[in-house]
């Protein structure tokens, strides 16, 4: 559920700085050295040896920084170097320039090393509470893909989970109310109580009555908190020939078969945690056949829009960008349309592609 390459924090939020970055002071130092030896004439451009020392700042700790800084006092005093002669004044000036931007260069390499270890420990601690789902799971090949709102999280207010069972293999994918890491205690109860209910309960309906009462019980504990999510609950068969499906007021799976993506047409139920008395989820049974597909997604992906306010349309673009394509694909081209379809994306984007392996795959083992 990380995110990749591209996109991960940049520069400015604390990456390493890119190459031209690191760059910068060398080849500055290198420009003025070169124009003064080859000029016929002493040059005035010494000026801008000053500013390699705080350049350095930007990818260099206080040894290099220092070491750069002593270069530039040394390089105004050469006279190889076709430079004005600079005062008494100047060289002060660059001289406690340097010695700035070595202090400045220590405290920005401590503060560096502290965030990456609360960036380490933030991401193993969102890691375990939402681990990626393994690209296999029984007879099903499972691809999630999980995009935060909030910039710089792994898991937010969204979340799914892929879990076999003594009934078949068991998924979950749901948004709870809240966004970013004010939500993610509530996604760590909910996932909690799934993997225990997918082990424990018999049937689908009170898999989702378990998740339903984490939630009542959890907003008994807070009485200004009201706990609610939204959530689709799948449960294939061991052979993967059909699969049930429970909505608790979340959008319903889509099918992909033959070329088409169609909703299931599942019976829907409130929300999880509001605790209707005398409510109980109803499961739908669809029987699947050979290279059909299950695509679950957020209402993230449904409700993007593009620059008119004009909704994402899934079910019209599903079936080419799954055209080919094995179920991590599949996630990653529809977030890439995403992307491209809408100009921001202010919710976070929850993905989970379910495929039934065949039967000639599951004995061979592949």
């Not at 990380?2 to 520069?11: A, K, L, S, T």
């Not at 930007?58 to 220092?66: E, I, K, N, W």
């Given at each position: 559920?990380?995110?990749?390459?591209?996109?991960?924090?940049?520069?400015?939020?604390?990456?390493?700085?890119?190459?031209?970055?690191?760059?910068?002071?060398?080849?500055?130092?290198?420009?003025?050295?070169?124009?003064?030896?080859?000029?016929?004439?002493?040059?005035?451009?010494?000026?801008?040896?000053?500013?390699?020392?705080?350049?350095?700042?930007?990818?260099?700790?206080?040894?290099?920084?220092?070491?750069?800084?002593?270069?530039?006092?040394?390089?105004?005093?050469?006279?190889?170097?076709?430079?004005?002669?600079?005062?008494?004044?100047?060289?002060?000036?660059?001289?406690?320039?340097?010695?700035?931007?070595?202090?400045?260069?220590?405290?920005?390499?401590?503060?560096?090393?502290?965030?990456?270890?609360?960036?380490?420990?933030?991401?193993?601690?969102?890691?375990?509470?939402?681990?990626?789902?393994?690209?296999?799971?029984?007879?099903?090949?499972?691809?999630?893909?999980?995009?935060?709102?909030?910039?710089?999280?792994?898991?937010?207010?969204?979340?799914?989970?892929?879990?076999?069972s003594p009934h078949g293999v068991r998924a979950v994918l749901g948004d709870v109310q809240g966004h970013g890491l004010a939500a993610v205690a509530t996604v760590s109860s909910l996932l909690g109580a799934f993997r225990e209910a997918v082990l424990d309960q018999a049937?689908?309906?009170?898999?989702?009555?378990?998740?339903?009462?984490?939630?009542?019980?959890?907003?008994?504990?807070?009485?200004?908190?009201?706990?609610?999510?939204?959530?689709?609950?799948?449960?294939?068969?061991?052979?993967?020939?059909?699969?049930?499906?429970?909505?608790?007021?979340?959008?319903?799976?889509?099918?992909?078969?033959?070329?088409?993506?169609?909703?299931?047409?599942?019976?829907?139920?409130?929300?999880?945690?509001?605790?209707?008395?005398?409510?109980?989820?109803?499961?739908?049974?669809?029987?699947?056949?050979?290279?059909?597909?299950?695509?679950?997604?957020?209402?993230?992906?449904?409700?993007?829009?593009?620059?008119?306010?004009?909704?994402?349309?899934?079910?019209?673009?599903?079936?080419?960008?799954?055209?080919?394509?094995?179920?991590?694909?599949?996630?990653?081209?529809?977030?890439?349309?995403?992307?491209?379809?809408?100009?921001?994306?202010?919710?976070?984007?929850?993905?989970?592609?379910?495929?039934?392996?065949?039967?000639?795959?599951?004995?061979?083992?592949?």
């Open positions: 559920m990380g995110r990749p390459d591209g996109e991960r924090r940049g520069w400015l939020r604390g990456a390493p700085p890119p190459p031209w970055v690191r760059a910068l002071p060398l080849a500055l130092a290198a420009g003025v050295c070169v124009a003064a030896l080859v000029s016929p004439e002493p040059l005035d451009i010494g000026f801008l040896l000053g500013a390699i020392p705080p350049l350095a700042v930007l990818s260099y700790g206080p040894a290099v920084t220092a070491v750069l800084g002593v270069a530039v006092v040394v390089m105004l005093n050469v006279p190889a170097f076709q430079l004005d002669r600079p005062g008494q004044t100047d060289v002060l000036t660059v001289s406690f320039v340097a010695l700035l931007s070595v202090f400045v260069a220590f405290v920005r390499h401590r503060r560096d090393q502290q965030l990456d270890l609360e960036r380490t420990v933030a991401e193993a601690a969102q890691r375990a509470v939402a681990p990626p789902v393994p690209e296999r799971v029984g007879p099903l090949r499972c691809a999630g893909l999980y995009r935060a709102a909030q910039r710089g999280t792994l898991v937010g207010g969204d979340f799914f989970d892929v879990r076999e049937d689908l309906e009170a898999v989702a009555g378990r998740l339903d009462r984490r939630l009542v019980v959890d907003s008994a504990r807070d009485a200004v908190a009201e706990l609610f999510a939204t959530a689709v609950l799948v449960e294939f068969t061991p052979d993967a020939g059909a699969v049930r499906i429970v909505v608790c007021g979340h959008p319903p799976p889509v099918l992909l078969r033959d070329g088409a993506a169609t909703e299931v047409d599942a019976v829907p139920w409130t929300p999880l945690g509001l605790g209707l008395p005398g409510a109980a989820p109803t499961a739908v049974r669809l029987a699947l056949r050979p290279g059909d597909r299950l695509f679950l997604a957020s209402d993230g992906v449904s409700e993007a829009r593009d620059a008119g306010g004009v909704f994402y349309p899934l079910l019209e673009r599903l079936p080419a960008l799954a055209a080919g394509a094995g179920p991590a694909a599949t996630a990653d081209r529809v977030w890439a349309d995403v992307r491209r379809y809408a100009p921001a994306i202010r919710d976070d984007v929850t993905m989970l592609v379910l495929a039934p392996l065949s039967a000639a795959d599951r004995r061979e083992g592949r």
